[in-house]
Structures are given as C-alpha cells and as structure tokens.
C-alpha cells in the first residue's frame, strides 16, 4: 500500500536530457572547490550585482564583493551604468564601500581621482613619473554590465557571451512580467553557515515542501515537475491539483472540500507567514470568492475568477498590469534558478527573489541576501532600506516560512562532513536545478583557467 508520504511519480511533460544524479560531498566542503569556483567560475559569470532602483541618479553607486573581487556599479547617465574593478590604480587600495552618490571616485591613501567613467583625474605630484604614466595605466579597469527586467548584472570576464546569450530561454518566459517595474518592497541579508550552493538549492527545487513546509499541505498540492534550460532551471507544479485543494500526499480533495476557502486559507497563511510574492495582492481576490463566486463552481471558473477579480484589484489600486497571458502565467512555473546564484519566483504583481554568495574564502559560509519586490502606483514606492541580522530563527524578522528553511542550512553543512556521507543522491524528477547547477559550475571549472590577469584587463 502507497504511504502518503510516496505518491505515484508524474510523467514528465517534456523530455529531458539525463544529468547526474550523485553530487559529491567535496563540491560543497572542500577548499580545493571553492578555489577552482573562485578563479574559473566567479570571474567569468554573469551575475547579479544590484537593481536600477539603488542607483536611480546619475552619481549613484553601488559595490558588489564576490570573494577577493569588488565591483563599483555607478550610473553614468540617465539610462546609462557602467562598472569598474574597485582598486585604485596606483597602489590598490580599494575606492568604496556600500552605495551612496558622488561626482568622483576618490582614493583616501594618495589622493587620487577618478570621473565616474573611470578616467584618471588627478595624480598627486604626477611629474614625479615624467611622460612614464599614460591614462590607459591610470584609468579604472572596466567590468561588463547587462541590464534585464531591473536587475543590473557584471561579468569581469571582456570575452564573455552577452547578457542576453547567458539568459537564453529564462528571458524568453520572463521577460513577459515585465519586472523592471517592480520596486524593493522589503530586502533582508544575513550571514549563513552553509556553502552557498547549499543555500540556494533550498530554493530551486520544491521537493522539501512536504517536510520543510508540511503545514502548507492542507492547501497546497507541492508535487512538483522541474526543467532544465542549458545552465538555468526551473520547476512547476503543472500536474498537480493547483493551490486550494489539500495535496495528494494527504488523500487530495475530500467530498465536501471547498476550493475557495481553501484559496483563501492559501493566500491568508503565506501573507501571515512570508509576507511577499503575490499573496499580498491576490488575498483579497480570495476573499471575493466566497462571496461573488457559489461554492457549486467548478473548479475552471473558481480559478477564471480568482485571476480575474486579482487583475481587478491591482487596477484599482493604481497598480500598472503588464500584458501577460494565462498560458505565459502558467508556462512560467512557480520557480526559476539563474545560475549560477540569482533565485527568482515569478508573479505578475510581485515577485520573491534569491542571491548566495561566497562569504570570502569560507566554504561553510555564504552571504545571503532576500528580495521582496512590488508594483506599486506611481510614487507610492517605499524605497525599502536593507535590514541586516544574524539571527536566522527570528520569526518576527523572517517569517515562518524562511525560517522553516533556514532550519535546514547550517545541519545540511554538517552532515555533509560526515565520514559516513559520500554524496548527495538527487531526486532526478523534482530536483533537477540541483544537479543542473553542479554541472554548470563544472563547465566552466573544466575551462582552460588562462592568465590570472586576464580578469584585470585594460581599460
């Protein structure tokens, strides 16, 4: 007999290439890796170093620390950003810290100078070198910058593919949402112990709903299906019974069950319990259903109407809807991993996004950042402020939900220690992106890793 824990497996929707279930240990333990990810893989990526809304005026900057590299992200015109190698050109001392706004870029050791398109200004006592400096010495050394749906992304690699190439078919089911419009509701970082793979794998796979999240089965049916698109992933839950109906691994809809209660029960608890994404505007959709919607609809005009009465909402409250469909809604999923460190959950009126990184040289901690955005109307955008805490059992700070899978992080980095773990064996249905980004880091470790100047190139 079938536990309610082992459901029968999904057909999957659409072929996918085998990947490599067994992840070693070592991948996320061993110095020795987190080395090759930070001189193959860190310097050759794209990733994403901040949103157009932190640097919203021509002098507004930004830096971006990824290990032993720092990047100053700075706005050059009105719809104009560039991105520099933080180091000063005479002796390297590093030019910011954090964001803030300035005309020049000013060195504190010698007094050097710098325009905020790189250019050396100013050279105390520059006679000193006769004709020797050249302003291709003195300038900034430049990163590539990519721009898509707000995010602003560096690669310090100039032979790169572009931005746009990298996305591939991410931006084609994306770029839909239109998130440029999207401005920071909340944005919350913290210190985490666990290798940063480790983190961001909490997040691209939805199989750990069913002990993570158990609550959520009363509403939620978390089966879920996951795609692989060359080095991105992302997973659905299209085979499943959809929000508002109890999950399959609890028996499924009982007679008498009723999806809108159910719907509301969905939105009401993700609000209390995470306070982001969409349920912040589709809970009073939910609530209109028990009282415009009968409970004897089926369950086609149940949704019909829930999407319907959410676009209403938005509209009257001011909020701009982008031209999406239902199909490009549902063709989108529920989650998409950008590799190699960007998590992002898509939704029309909001969205919930992810980033890890290395915390320096540590491979048991990692730098994680959470991202709440919004629509709002016209100049009622709160310009949230970053919350920083090192407490990651702080309900009040994170919410239930994040906290639920925090509890997961530091004990995963322990076991895979263990003398007696050699490696994780994935699930190859549900979680596909694990696997997928273990073989896209390997990828570029395998790369030929080329003069360690190359990431310094000229001007």
Known sequence: MMSELDPAPLKPLTPQEPLEPFIPASNYTSRAHAELENERLWPRVWQMACREEEIPKVGDFYTYDIVDDSIIVVRTGPDEVKAFHNVCSHRGRRLTAG??????FYCKFHGWQYDLHGRCTKVVDRNDWGNTLT????????VKVGRWAGWIYINMDPDSESLEQALGAAKTFLDPFQWQDLRYHWRKSAIVPCNWKVAIESFNEGYH???????????????TESRTYGRHSMFGYWGALKGGWRSRRLGGPKKGDDLRAGLVDYMEDMLETLNAAEPINLVEAARRLMAEVPETASEEEVFAQFGRFAYEHAIAQGIAYPPITPDQIDAAGVD??????????????????????????????????????????????????LEWTDDLTDVSFWGKILTQDYSNMAEVQRGLKSRAFAGCRTNPVQERPVANLHRGI?????????PRTARNGPF
Not at 99 to 104: F, I, L
Not at 442 to 450: A, L, S, V
Request: proline letters at 9%.
């Open 336 to 385: 998409w991993h950008i590799f190699p460190n960007q998590i992002i959950l898509p939704g029309v009126t909001a969205v919930l996004a992810y980033r890890g990184r290395p915390n320096g040289h540590d491979p048991d901690s990692c730098i994680w950042d959470v991202m709440s955005l919004r629509r709002y109307p016209p100049g009622q955008e709160p310009g949230a402020k």
């Open 99 to 104: 964001c803030g706004h300035t005309d020049r």
């Open 442 to 450: 390997q990828e570029f470790i395998n790369r030929d890793p080329g």
């Open 135 to 142: 302003d291709r010495d003195t300038a900034l050394k430049t």
């Open 209 to 223: 709903l069913q002990a993570t999240h158990r609550q959520m089965l009363r509403y939620f049916d978390d089966i």
